[in-house]
């Protein structure tokens, strides 16, 4: 589940806009406007001649509206401008009632499918940390495929929590942590300009990092893989404070996943926040 308007756009005709056009009072001009807004999230745009004969007749209008497929939207920020300003016109056509109508229907709908957002009013649609955290290892996902080297590295670490399911003792745990490891480590030495093969030594030569502490809290991760027995080394026994478990698991695997914009420069933090 992505977690996107665009790849549920097909369900909102029956939970969105059938109930509103159904609303007493609607005007019949109820599409023709809600398709003029949509008209500017097309991939193809119409031209001036072919949209003032749709949006000038109501029939025509909903029939546009409602044959508008996902694969016609230009992207999924495309299409939340739209759902937002949607908002705005319907309180242009009918006032209050049909608005707050609206906005009832739009949080019903992004509960009902688990949608990255919270809707706030008046009509704001604002990413939460889940829906980013979905993005960012959906474009992880992206940048892997790209590379044979890096999609056989993450498919290892993939395999490796699939692995937990059945068996989250230690050893699973450790060898979960050491796939992360070197799949992170990989994605650095493709970073441009770097020609160290060591992750520690990688983060001296990116560039990206905002401050020393955010480097150095990547490099103790690292340093923390490297030292503890039996996740990249056999390391030493004495370094061990206790036992791994699936808190660490659960743990470096979020921690190790936030840095990889830094390691990549195929990453788009606005798309990973707000979507393509």
Known sequence: MRGEFIGVWSETWRDIWIP????EGVPDDLFCELYRE???????????????DIIDDPVKSEEAFEGTQAEDI?????????????????EDLA???????????????????????????PCTLCPTLPGMFASLVRDL????????????????????????????????IKTCIQKQVNLLEAI????????????????????????GAVKASLKNLYG????????????RPT???????????????ILLAGFTPYLSDQFNAETVYRGA
């Not at 996902?141 to 692995?163: C, G, I, P, W, Y």
């Not at 923390?224 to 390391?235: L, N, T």
């Open 38 to 52: 949509l008209s500017p999230a097309l991939k193809i745009p119409k031209s001036v001649e072919a949209l003032a």
């Open 141 to 172: 996902r992206l940048v892997t495929n790209q590379d044979a080297h890096l999609d056989s590295l993450m498919k290892e670490f993939e395999n490796a929590l699939r692995d937990l399911r059945t068996d989250n003792s230690a050893g699973r």
């Open 20 to 23: 509103l056009a159904e609303q």
């Open 74 to 90: 230009s992207g999924e920020r495309s299409l939340v401008a739209f759902l937002e300003a949607s908002q705005g016109i319907l």
């Open 188 to 211: 650095g030495q493709n970073y441009p300009g770097v020609k160290e093969t060591k992750l520690g030594e990688i983060c001296n030569q990116i560039g990206t990092w905002p401050h």
């Open 239 to 253: 370094s061990a404070i206790r036992d791994i478990e699936m808190r660490d698991m659960v743990a470096m695997s």
């Open 224 to 235: 923390f893989a490297s030292d503890y027995p039996g996740i990249r080394h056999g390391g």
């Open 95 to 121: 006032g209050d009632l049909l608005s707050n109508q609206y906005f009832n229907l739009l949080a019903a709908f992004v509960e009902k499918f688990s949608l990255r957002y919270d809707l706030r009013r």
